[in-house]
């Protein structure tokens, strides 16, 4: 098992900034990816950034250049810099773990909100 607990949301106008954590815990060596993803009112869940353990990233075309995902890996902690943050960016934001035998975690979510 795999235990996912993000932090940082929050509300934030136009234009301003806002880190998230996901922290992770449990059953870490077969983790093979960890992932943002977020689901605005009335919306599927959609795919932010992606990062590997080997460090490779990987970003929703919309959100390349504003977004920024990283990882520390003595803290078994993944984030997600938010710049330049809009309106349209508000939703809850949902930490995710991918395994290599293909079992998937989530954390319960932090929202987001931005203030126009």
């Known amino acids: 098992q795999v235990q996912l607990v993000e932090s940082g949301g929050g509300l934030v106008q136009a234009g301003g900034s806002l880190r998230l954590s996901c922290a992770a815990s449990?059953?870490?060596?077969?983790?093979?990816?960890m992932a943002w993803f977020r689901q605005a009112p009335g919306k599927q869940r959609d795919l932010v950034a992606a990062?590997?353990?080997?460090?490779?990233?990987n970003y929703a075309d919309s959100l390349k250049g504003r977004f920024t995902i990283s990882k520390d890996n003595a803290k078994n902690t993944v984030f997600l810099q938010m710049n330049n943050l809009k309106p349209e960016d508000r939703a809850v934001y949902y930490c995710?773990?991918?395994?290599?035998?293909?079992?998937?975690?989530w954390g319960q979510g932090t929202q987001v909100s931005v203030s126009s």
């Open positions: 990062i590997t353990g080997s460090g490779s990233t």
């Open positions: 449990g059953t870490l060596f077969r983790v093979n990816s």
């Open positions: 995710n773990a991918g395994t290599f035998n293909a079992i998937t975690y």
